[in-house]
């Protein structure tokens, strides 16, 4: 099976560029935000920050400017793409929908050239007369900015300055004029250039300036009045305008690299400047007025404003309120004040905007025991290193618990509370029983209207201020004020009601196949009519579905015998719609209800099953029928209402939040284990909350943002590496790494952070490892210092159990818990690196084994090694380890040490392991990937087949016994597959190549594993495995593998999408996924880009109807026919349940 679908589960969030300025219309003030490939457009509102579109554009965003030629009321939008695509962009408004639109397009890319080490820089004159771009060292590229012109022409211009830092266009030029920060030998240069664009070269600039600071990184162009730049270094900042030459070395801004920059006076008087070590600092810019009224810089002034998340850009927003995006951290919006807090900052948080990248490791587990994958991540770096929890789903939080068996049916009440419910109404078998909430507290009360010997069908708050219970004896109408009965209803034979619905003023009450349609009124029941049907009800509802509407004209019932859902008309019960459900299985609960202005009806099954349509409330024809499987019991359906929203809550053995997002349904399974009944609840103890029965126990609760994935943030303050899940001692290992600052009497940690404050401490002393000759130790004062510890935590509570200090210079590489040999114990295995600054590797490490027991960690023995332990994976019994170039096997012996049994030497740093019965996997440094076959009776290895590409690979993964997968550091994956069945030896032992992909995600570790429930339902797509992948821009994805004959259907989806759906800046589909190298670009083959395929379902009907056009599908006997655009609607929907 080399066919595979990659799709994206959550989306890229590190942000790498943000601008501001009026994009969308002349007066919205707009934050752009560019995350990878993806640009999302925000409006500034006195609320926040609204979001009005998301862009994916075909390509990793590099450069993101806003310009505003002359003559235009807004701004446009420029942008480059890593790939050289370069665009300028438009937005159109009409009503709601916003387009966006490509202007100018064309690719700026050069035939030769040597890519800049330092990136690409894109910086467009103040004027807007041209558009400068350093792609490659030695040229600078120039795009004429001339109005109407379709394609984006460019010219080159020879630099003499090889290593260019930094490159601005002045303000208040004639001709457009640069300035630049260049290295060479002896030091860093800040050169001024002319651009003559008749001449198409560069003229002598106003001013130059040799040996300015040798950490200067950073220039910042300052507007009119002052004209001129700023000069940002490590330990200086300098304003210079030729004969103006002011420096200032304030020793604030030493201690850290000032990485960015933002703007927040039109005039640049104002600067905020943002650090690596996430401080915020305001630079001013002191004016003088001269006698001839021009305006010069007197003095700059530096002071720091507080603490921010590690900014990646910053943009000075509004009303003092400041936006700073992060690529190491969440992101934030802050606000400064004028005063400072008690901790003396003027930064206070409003928002936080969650990122998980970057992804340094991941691992798969099921904390919860129900069968669904959470994933735990090690994300972002420095202070803001966490562990997140993502889990598909949604929480919820418990507040009480009562034990009380037997629920049969839960209500909530307000009696004579015109806010608040202050009663829940409990049902049992045989009786009924009422709980009082007071604050927090529940206690048990009577209501003299309630009957209490008697199970309830239905209880609720009706009009007139009156309650309406419904037991199998009668329809009573009771008064909230006195609560005594107002009146009875009850059938006129004497039988017994077997079910009923009602809303605020009408009651459909079933005695087998009869149905009774009843009016409350005030201090009456009035019967209206009545009908019998030709076979017993099953369910019933009665939601009025118009908008502002109490009553409902209609009457959703199931049938037994047929198995049949209706929809009938009030009051006369004429039949409007019978829809056969097929199947033995009786319909347990029917629903009617609207979400996003779409109306549905629901109907589950008593197998767990649900059946969904449109349904139209004129007509009262329910068409498009979809099912999904939910569970595997009984369903009840309820609708409960969460931030002004109507969802439904399916309460079963597996329970299910049902509502809708993008005009799509949405199935979130919920983590309790089982749900039988439900109600929503809003008292004042337990506001906008939920009350959840099961067999033994009544919950209160509340519920998480409803939201697809839900994700968890645990702050650790230094950078997680690595993490391993122990399932018996219920705990994560987690390696993490702090920077601690060495003074006169030793390291100190910067800051507290998770490693600093566990519950217990140890640190393993440097004795057995011998030094050798190396001067380390010798850190100098004010040196930063990289201190590795192992964390235990706990699983439950997230609390560092015991953290553990490695050595002096020593680096923690891998981390695995493991049971080694006969030894019932399980380990944590920590590989180490010594890192010595004159070493080209690491000579030495070490394996050091731990025991975590009763909350203390021991070491039990510990190896020393000759290199870095890259991985370590458990195999057979014995521990494999991946030591510089070679792989080695060690054994557990009764003596519980270490024991080498045997190696293998091709590689050139053998990075990654991944095994699978006995083979091994190798994914190396540049060498691409090795596999080999462990012989466990000779106890070697044996090389049995290799890629011969050379691929930087950055993770692998074994999809099954004869695929493999890689990513490499160009952003692309690759699958090799094993030929065992070719003929000649030679064809054996090279893995073919025969999946290329470019995903523009950089991986960093693969995971066999799922996100969501493994359900045994109805499916019709055949996907098969699951490995999930972690990127550096907090992307999670998921490859699955798909068989030959879906994997043509889908290519053949694919291509007509890529037609259908145009890219921003006219870029290509096959383009942009096609494998992409600095030595080769390829055709992607045996991948199915599934976000284009998932896209399929936020086109309008119009667009589809296009895209389905003559597309032949099977019909599941062997025969095809046209596809609809239903059939692929319920086929894409279904791989979205993949992830």
Known sequence: MAHNYVVTAHKPTAVNACVTGNFTSPDDLNLIIARNTRMEIYVVTPEGLRPVKEVGVYGRIAVMELFRPPGESKDLMFLLTQRYNAMILECNQNGENIDIITRAHGNVQD????????????????????????????????????RDNKELKAFNIRLEELTVIDIQFLHGCTTPTLILIHQDQHGRHVKTYEISLRDKEFQKGPWKQDNVETEACMLIAVPEPFGGALIIGQESITYHKGDNFIPIAPPAIKQSTLTCYGKVDANGSRYLLGDMMGRLFMLMLEKEEKMDSTVTVKDL??????????????????????????????S??????????????????????????PILDMCVVDLERQGQGQLVTCSGAYKEGSLRIIRNGIGIHEHASIDLPGIKGIWSLRVNSPEYDNMIVLSFVGQTRVLMLNGEEVEETELSGIESDQQTFLCA?????????????????????????????????????????????????CVGSELYYLELLQGDIKQVSTSTMEHEVACVDLTPLREGEEKSHLCAIGLWTDISARVLSLPDFNSLHVEMLGGEIIPRSILMTTFEGIHYLLCALGDGSLFYFNFNIDTGYFTEKRKVTLGTQPTVLRTFRSLSTTNVFACSDRPTVIYSSNHKLVFSNVNLKEVNHMCPLNSEGYPDSLALANDGTLTIGTIDEIQKLHIRTIPLGESPRRIAYQESSQTFGVISMRMDLQDSNGLNPTRPSASTHAAMMSSSSSGKVTMGTSTMGEHSAG???????????????????????????????????????????NYYIVGTALVHPEEAEPKQGRIVIFHFHEGKLNQI??????????????????????????????????????RLECNYFNSIVALYLKTKGDFILVGDLMRSITLLLYKPMEGTFEEIARDCNPNWTTAVEILDDDNFLGAENSFNLFTCQKDSASTTDEDRQNLQEVGMFHLGEFVNVFRHGSLVMQHSGETSTPTQGSVLYGTVNGAVGLVTQVPQEFYSFLQDIQSRLAKVIKSVGKIEHSFWRSFHTERKTEACEGFIDGDLIESFLDLNRDKMQETVKGLQIDDGSGMKREATVDDLVKTIEELTRIH
């Open 111 to 146: 035939k030769i050239g040597r890519a800049s080490e330092t990136g690409i820089i894109g910086i467009i004159d103040p004027l807007c007369r041209v558009i400068g771009l350093r792609l490659y060292d030695g040229l600078f590229k120039v795009i004429p900015l001339e």
């Open 301 to 330: 002034k530096v002071e720091l404003l507080g603490e921010t998340t590690i900014a990646e850009c910053i943009t000075y927003l509004d009303n003092a309120v400041v936006y700073i995006g992060s690529r190491l951290g969440d």
């Open 332 to 357: 934030q919006l802050v606000k400064l004040n004028v005063e400072p807090d008690e901790n003396g900052s003027y930064v206070q948080e409003m928002e936080r905007f969650t990122n998980l990248g």
């Open 461 to 509: 708050n009706v009009v007139h201020n009156q309650l309406l219970q419904i037991t199998p004896q009668s329809v009573r109408l009771i008064s909230c004020d006195n609560q005594k009965l107002l009146k009875e209803w009850k059938h006129s034979g004497g039988k017994n009601i077997s079910l009923a619905s009602s809303n605020t003023c009408q009651v459909v009450a």
């Open 783 to 825: 040196d930063e210092v990289e201190v590795h510890s192992l964390l235990i935590i706990d699983q439950h509570t997230f609390e560092v159990l015991h953290s553990h200090q490695l050595m002096p210079n020593e680096f923690a590489t891998s981390l695995i818990s493991a049971r080694l040999g006969e030894d019932p114990c």
């Open 861 to 898: 023995a510990e190896k020393e090694i000759k290199g870095a332990a890259y991985t370590l994976v458990e195999f057979n019994g014995k521990l494999l380890a991946s030591i510089n170039s070679t792989v080695r096997l060690f054994e557990w012996t009764t003596d519980k040490e270490l």
